[in-house]
């Protein structure tokens, strides 16, 4: 039989495979900023830079996981994952009444920040929240998160 916390655990998992699973994007590819940011011959900076603030986060409070796997369903349910609900102002998504509790918007922050310093202009803030969900999962999970992301939402 499984515990409490193993069923949250593939509940939440079965959650965000689903979320992947009913979107259709015509040019999304997996792997897509591997040769879109390299930096000294490193392949995938993209997803070590998202990984490594994932973990730091992580370690700190791993409600984390939680907090990120919410912000992607209320960024990406209703109408495809665009980021809209990091839009900072009156009448927006982040704004409205059911998403005054998210979390996860600060360390969204930290890793675009990052990002940018390493690669200008290029990976989309609804890649990150993507990856960085996806990354939140596999450290609270000892399953092995294997699913293909499909990547270069448009913010």
Request: hydrophobic share 40%; proline share 2%.
């Amino acid at each position: 039989m499984c515990s409490s916390g193993a069923l949250m655990r593939i509940v939440a998992m079965g959650l965000v495979l689903l979320s992947f699973a009913c979107q259709s994007y015509g040019n999304l590819q997996y792997g897509f900023y591997k040769d879109k940011c390299t930096v000294r011959h490193k392949d995938d900076i993209v997803e070590k830079i998202v990984a490594q603030e994932v973990s730091k986060a992580y370690r700190k409070d791993n409600s984390i996981v939680a907090a990120l796997l919410r912000l992607q369903f209320h960024d990406c349910f209703v109408n495809g994952c665009d980021a809209s609900i990091l839009l900072d102002g009156n009448n927006t998504e982040k704004t409205a009444f059911p998403n005054q509790s998210l979390r996860g918007y600060d360390l969204i922050d930290i890793i675009k920040k990052r990002l940018e310093k390493v690669c200008p202009g290029i990976i989309s803030c609804a890649d990150i929240i993507v990856i960085a969900t996806r990354d939140a999962i596999s450290l609270a999970t000892p399953l092995t998160v294997t699913s293909t992301l499909s990547l270069f939402h448009k913010d």
